[in-house]
């Protein structure tokens, strides 16, 4: 039975007596909870907000809305790290309910400036007549971790030829000046970017649309962060209406970057290369990075995507957060890598191989499990194919594999268990030429994170298998490979 607007849109204490109670229970019980990964406690989890660092620690929020998995009114959840791997809740950071975010506090982000976290975010409102109205609106935290938002919004209107998709602003500071990047859709219905210019964060002027070679590419773009590696300039965003093409662009939405000279913030001209998918996965949406006190360019992403169903729906909770991945820059390309805090995760026990396939299949002791991080290094000898099976049994399997006929890394989850929008396919690929391969896995419950060769591609994906499914095999067709592979549980 579909909800009315009255019944997505309640805040959590117009909760039915007993009714997060009952909700607390369901998703208990749920056998798709992961071990590892940042997840709802209850309800639907999306975007990441608020990425930073302040007081000392890493401080993250999410979009949340706390009583179903539909998108309803959503709220800020806190969480906190000292490391990046061991995360606490904090409660919820920003709640909605002012004439500026009456119907949910959305994305944003957050920037330390004069002993205070500021976090800009976007006020999501509906009239009578049931027209969105998006605010930019201002949240500060105190040295006590106490946060108020503003009375009144900082950017209070959508400039003339903009639609009101309007939303996810993304600060930044250069000099004596602040800025940030909101993403929009043109009353002619394509995508870009605008750009604001502070110098109090209270009163924001618009300079105007930030202006790329990418004139129409897709309806709308969400999510923009733009930020300076190794002297380039890096814009990330979320493209919808992208076309299928090729091994592209097959998700619903997609994420992605482009890399060029540094934004020139008076001309707005941001010359840049190709626009990159940043993960070749199924799941991957909404990333957020921030800078930390070491100086690495830290990633974190919603593992879901907009407008689909998933099999944990039922359950009454929906999506996770990837792991914090470090951003280098290598040959015009982004790099992802697991942070090394990660390894604070792993449990004492150690499983090591070294083998040799020859046109075969093989399981080993010790490598089974369901929650756990597995590195494994390949040397194709004359073998057409390498491949991994995990959280495999009888009836399921999640592969990755590389083709050395078609030269492609390839991610297949249609045996994986519950499927998930097979409608945009059950295999993921990319082009590859290499023979030595490392895969570097990070399995749990409900997904998978896979990185090769150090994050020169990523594949992040939910799965859904049953939790008898936890062997791991690895095989060789047509030839033969010469492997090694170590293994670490994380519960």
Same mark, same amino acid.
């Given at each position: ?75 800020? %959840?806190?969480?906190?790290?000292? /490391?990046?791997?061991?995360? =606490?809740? &904090? !409660?919820?950071? +920003? ?123 897709? %309806?709308?773009?969400?999510?923009? /962060?733009?930020?300076?590696? =190794?002297? &380039? !300039?890096?814009? +990330? ?255």
């Amino acid at each position: 039975m579909k909800m009315t607007r009255e019944q997505k849109y309640r805040m959590i204490e117009q909760a039915e007596p007993g009714e997060i109670a009952s909700l607390e229970k369901k998703v208990e019980q749920c056998h798709w909870r992961q071990a590892f990964h940042i997840q709802p406690p209850t309800g639907l989890l999306n975007d990441p907000n608020g990425f930073s660092y302040y007081q000392g620690e890493y401080h993250l929020f999410y979009q949340w809305f706390p009583l179903g998995t539909d998108h309803g009114m959503k709220y800020w %959840y806190h969480l906190k790290s000292k /490391d990046l791997a061991t995360w =606490n809740g &904090a !409660g919820i950071g +920003i709640a909605p309910g002012d004439y500026f975010d009456s119907h949910g506090a959305y994305s944003g982000s957050a920037l330390e400036h004069e002993g205070k976290l500021y976090m800009l975010y976007t006020g999501n409102a509906r009239d009578e007549d049931w027209i969105r109205h998006p605010y930019q609106c201002m949240a500060v935290m105190d040295e006590n971790g106490h946060i108020t938002k503003w009375e009144h919004p900082v950017i209070s209107n959508v400039p003339e030829g903009y639609t009101d998709h309007f939303r996810d602003p993304k600060l930044w500071k250069d000099g004596d000046s602040f800025y940030c990047v909101i993403g929009a859709q043109r009353t002619n219905l394509t995508g870009c970017a605008v750009l604001y210019r502070s110098t109090d964060l209270h009163s924001w002027e618009f300079e105007g649309e930030l202006r790329t070679g990418l004139e129409s590419f897709g %309806y709308m773009w969400e999510c923009p /962060d733009y930020f300076e590696l =190794n002297e &380039a !300039g890096v814009l +990330i965003f979320c493209p919808q209406g992208l076309e299928p093409s090729g091994d592209e662009n097959h998700n619903i939405y997609q994420s992605g970057y482009v890399i060029g000279k540094p934004l020139n913030t008076g001309t707005r001209i941001l010359e840049h290369g190709p626009f990159h998918e940043l993960d070749r996965g199924f799941d991957f949406y909404a990333p957020q990075t921030m800078i930390d006190p070491q100086g690495r360019r830290i990633m974190v992403a919603w593992m879901g995507l907009p407008d689909i169903d998933y099999p944990t729906d039922p359950n009454g909770w929906a999506h996770c957060l990837t792991l914090p991945r470090e951003l280098t820059l290598h040959e015009g390309k982004l790099l992802q890598r697991p942070i090394p805090e990660l390894t604070t995760l792993r449990r004492n026990r150690e499983d090591r191989v070294a083998d040799t396939l020859f046109s075969e299949s093989k399981t080993y002791e010790g490598f089974t499990g369901t929650a756990y991080e597995l590195i494994c290094e390949v040397d194709l000898l004359s073998a057409k194919v390498f491949g991994i099976e995990f959280r495999a049994s009888e009836t399921e399997k999640t592969v990755i594999k590389y083709n050395a006929v078609s030269r492609k890394l390839v991610l297949d989850r249609s045996q994986s268990g519950e499927p998930v929008a097979t409608s945009y396919g059950v295999v993921r690929q990319c082009p590859w030429d290499k023979d030595h391969i490392k895969l570097h896995l990070f399995v749990d419950a409900s997904s998978v994170e896979i990185f090769v060769n150090d994050g020169e591609e990523v594949f992040t994906s939910r799965i859904f298998p049953h939790p008898e499914s936890d062997e791991i095999r690895f095989f060789a067709d047509k030839g033969e490979a010469l492997f090694q592979a170590v293994k670490w549980d994380f519960t």
